[in-house]
């Protein structure tokens, strides 16, 4: 039988024979655990387990910043921790995201999460590791504060989002403060890490008043164009569809609507918001000009949301008498920031088409 203090010995030994590829995989096992633990930030529970990943990260960070030799094991497994809160935190976000707004904007979104978790692996000199691991921090806790400050208000707009910022550079002020009476060595390293951490929260402010990312806290769970949408007896909704084409599995329903005998077309549509939260969306309808290759509003639909729902608060607005032609119809708030949308081109028809029927 193998002494416990061999196996002490031969876990060490690997530790530090695979010292750089420890973050990534603690990255990715955060990814996985939150995908069978998905925390939600709205969520008493889930509120309090981001917050601790959060804290605990910053505790892990402080830590890190003392130990002055690498190979050690300690600050080896106290980089795991760390990687592995951030992991935790960055998959809750990209599950609510990850569907929102336009592919570009969400790509941008997502590009700029796998930027920061994934650019560990580059970091090989310690105090740039720190840095890039404070401003990984700070990006995270911006995410969580933009999402958790509106819940809280119970309202959300340009003010309290930019109310959202100031409080995460508040934060991350108070975790400087702590670096800098802890470590001396970091200390000297502040004036750089402060202007990352500037420049994450201008680039971040200008993303939002742009329209490039999605409207936080909000986040789009479905959308699609439908042959019918009514209200069934059970308090869901009974729609009829086309099946998608094969290479449409991003999709709801198909990208072409078969127009038949002149009936209408239904935009469904499912906008998570956290709970608490109850504010105005629009379903804005717009048609597609050959000519001038410009996009214009057919319709406006307003209705309000409220939040708490899992699979995202549903609603849906109808159109009749829609020219063949390419269309489309976005999700917006009032002040006019995408949540989401879906294209489609309305064809005209002399056979019906084949529905299928789904309640939602």
């Keep these: 039988?193998?002494?416990?203090?061999?196996?002490?010995?031969?876990?060490?030994?690997?530790?530090?024979?695979?010292e750089r590829h420890v973050g990534a995989v603690s990255i990715l096992l955060g990814f996985i655990w939150d995908f069978f633990t998905f925390a939600r930030p709205d969520q008493l529970l889930g509120n309090i387990i981001l917050l601790s990943y959060l804290i605990g990260a910053a505790l892990g960070i402080a830590l890190l910043?003392?130990?002055?030799?690498?190979?050690?094991?300690?600050?080896?497994?106290?980089?795991?921790?760390?990687?592995?809160?951030?992991?935790?935190?960055?998959?809750s976000f990209l599950f609510l995201y990850g569907k929102s707004g336009t592919f570009e904007g969400s790509s941008l979104f997502l590009l700029i999460l796998g930027v920061f978790l994934i650019g560990n692996e580059f970091m090989r000199e310690k105090y740039?590791?720190?840095?890039?691991?404070?401003?990984?921090?700070?990006?995270?806790?911006?995410?969580?504060?933009?999402?958790?400050?509106?819940?809280?208000?119970?309202?959300?707009?340009?003010?309290?989002?930019?109310?959202?910022?100031?409080?995460?550079?508040?934060?991350a002020g108070m975790l400087l403060l702590v670096l800098h009476l802890t470590s001396k060595d970091i200390a000297n390293e502040l004036k750089k890490v402060s202007l990352y951490i500037g420049g994450i929260f201008v680039a971040f402010n200008a993303f939002y008043f742009l329209n490039i990312i999605p409207p936080v806290p909000l986040s789009l769970q479905e959308i699609g164009i439908y042959h019918l949408v009514e209200r069934a007896d059970n308090a869901n909704y009974k729609t009829l569809y086309e099946k998608p084409e094969w290479y449409e599995f991003l999709s709801d329903t198909k990208k072409v609507f078969n127009k038949y005998n002149?009936?209408?077309?239904?935009?469904?549509?499912?906008?998570?918001?956290?709970?608490?939260?109850?504010?105005?969306?629009?379903?804005?309808?717009?048609h597609y000009d050959e000519m001038s290759n410009e996009w214009s509003t057919v319709s406006i639909v307003p209705f309000t949301i409220t939040g708490g729902r899992d699979n995202g608060y549903r609603g849906y607005s109808q159109k009749q008498n829609l020219t063949p032609g390419r269309f489309r119809c976005s999700v917006e708030t009032t002040t006019g920031a995408l949540v989401g949308r879906t294209t489609f081109v309305v064809v005209n028809v002399t056979k019906a088409p084949v529905l299928l029927q789904k309640e939602r």
């Design 262 to 286: 002149n009936e209408s077309v239904y935009c469904f549509s499912s906008v998570f918001a956290p709970v608490k939260l109850s504010t105005g969306i629009n379903h804005r309808w717009e």
């Design 65 to 91: 910043s003392l130990y002055r030799k690498r190979g050690e094991i300690t600050p080896i497994i106290l980089l795991a921790l760390v990687q592995f809160a951030f992991g935790n935190i960055a998959g």
């Design 1 to 18: 039988m193998t002494p416990p203090t061999s196996i002490l010995n031969i876990f060490k030994e690997y530790l530090q024979k695979y």
């Design 128 to 171: 740039s590791k720190i840095i890039f691991h404070i401003s990984v921090w700070y990006f995270l806790s911006l995410l969580y504060l933009t999402f958790v400050v509106p819940m809280v208000l119970g309202k959300m707009g340009d003010s309290v989002f930019f109310l959202s910022s100031v409080i995460s550079l508040i934060s």
